[in-house]
């Protein structure tokens, strides 16, 4: 499964981007789908995932901010992040999950100015 993260650019601080990804296949068969993010120097954190029930969970940074959500038709899940701060400026990466196996998109760079 190959994934493409994008969406990323440069916004304002309050402002909104919506990141895409895009499977490679038919995401039936996945187990997770999600986005991380990662800035130089720290660990990547969890942004958001769904899972194949619709379970959904968010990093305590973005509850509140940021919408996952999922089109199974297009083989696609979306980030729509509202009321961006500075701190979420990071690389977003999506991901997804299939029994033992976990993917990762190339990442799509969000940066937010103050």
């Known amino acids: 499964v190959q994934l493409q993260a994008s969406g990323g650019g440069l916004v304002e601080a309050g402002g909104s981007l919506r990141l895409s990804c895009v499977a490679s296949r038919n995401i039936f068969s996945l187990n997770v789908r999600g986005w991380y993010r990662q800035v130089p120097g720290k660990q990547r954190e969890l942004v958001a995932v769904i899972g194949s029930g619709g379970n959904i969970n968010y990093g305590d940074s973005v509850k509140g901010r940021f919408t996952i959500s999922r089109d199974v038709r297009q083989n696609s899940w979306y980030l729509q992040m509202n009321g961006l701060r500075p701190e979420d400026t990071a690389v977003y990466y999506c991901?997804?999950?299939?029994?033992?196996?976990?993917?990762w998109g190339q990442g799509t760079l969000v940066t937010v100015s103050s």
């Open positions: 991901n997804a999950v299939r029994g033992p196996s976990v993917y």
